[in-house]
T-cell receptor, first 114, second 110 residues
Framework: AQSVTQLDSQVPVFEEAPVELRCNYSSSVSVYLFWYVQYPNQGLQLLLKYLSGSTLVKGINGFEAEFNKSQTSFHLRKPSVHISDTAEYFCAVSDGSNDYKLSFGAGTTVTVRA | NAGVTQTPKFRVLKTGQSMTLLCAQDMNHEYMYWYRQDPGMGLRLIHYSVGEGTTAKGEVPDGYNVSRLKKQNFLLGLESAAPSQTSVYFC?????????FGNGTRLTVT
């Protein structure tokens, strides 16, 4: 089974500053990679995904992520955050098998301050 | 546009009691999953189903059972609840493009 490591459990950031959330996964022949966001007392919402093709993936709300196969990483970035980006972010990986189940990282809590 | 609906939203059980969590999806997805979310541990897969009438164990299946009698429904059962099962439970359904989650059930076992 895949394992996912999110290197930062808490990331405080000022409004309009850039943010990067780091994610590494255990190696596999092929993987599908995802970032989800969870706002307080809600379910998880898909931010973006990498299935194949371009290694730079753009998602909703101005987020983007880059797949780096050699470093087995899938870091999430946003050039300028808003207060509304305060949430918990989860990196997830599927090993490409046909049951599509995901393994999740422990999550990174982003707190945006004015 | 319901998506994935979980009932109930909240529940408090006493140790040893049983209950069933219901998940319903209206997207005609073949694949459905039950995860539990605990602080600092992310989401861990309990059981999943790749189609009507089929189920499989995930990472943390002990103490739980599931059934998928209809394609749109996926039930999670706790036969004898324990305090260690206090958690937030999420159901999801899937295509190859990623999982769609319900809003969760917060379960407390005292």
């Amino acid at each position: 089974a895949q394992s996912v490591t999110q290197l930062d459990s808490q990331v405080p950031v000022f409004e309009e500053a850039p943010v990067e959330l780091r994610c590494n996964y255990s190696s596999s022949v092929s993987v599908y990679l995802f970032w989800y966001v969870q706002y307080p007392n809600q379910g998880l919402q898909l931010l973006l995904k990498y299935l194949s093709g371009s290694t730079l993936v753009k998602g909703i709300n101005g987020f983007e992520a880059e797949f780096n196969k050699s470093q087995t990483s899938f870091h999430l970035r946003k050039p300028s955050v808003h207060i509304s980006d305060t949430a918990e972010y989860f990196c997830a990986v599927s090993d490409g098998s046909n049951d599509y189940k995901l393994s999740f990282g422990a999550g990174t809590t982003v707190t945006v301050r004015a | 546009n319901a998506g994935v609906t979980q009932t109930p939203k909240f529940r408090v059980l006493k140790t040893g009691q049983s209950m069933t969590l219901l998940c319903a999806q209206d997207m005609n997805h073949e694949y459905m999953y039950w995860y539990r979310q605990d602080p600092g541990m992310g989401l861990r897969l309990i059981h999943y189903s790749v189609g009507e009438g089929t189920t499989a164990k995930g990472e943390v299946p002990d103490g739980y059972n599931v059934s998928r009698l209809k394609k749109q429904n996926f039930l999670l059962g706790l036969e004898s609840a324990a305090p260690s099962q206090t958690s937030v439970y999420f159901c999801a359904s899937s295509t190859a493009g990623g999982l769609h989650f319900g809003n969760g059930t917060r379960l407390t076992v005292t």
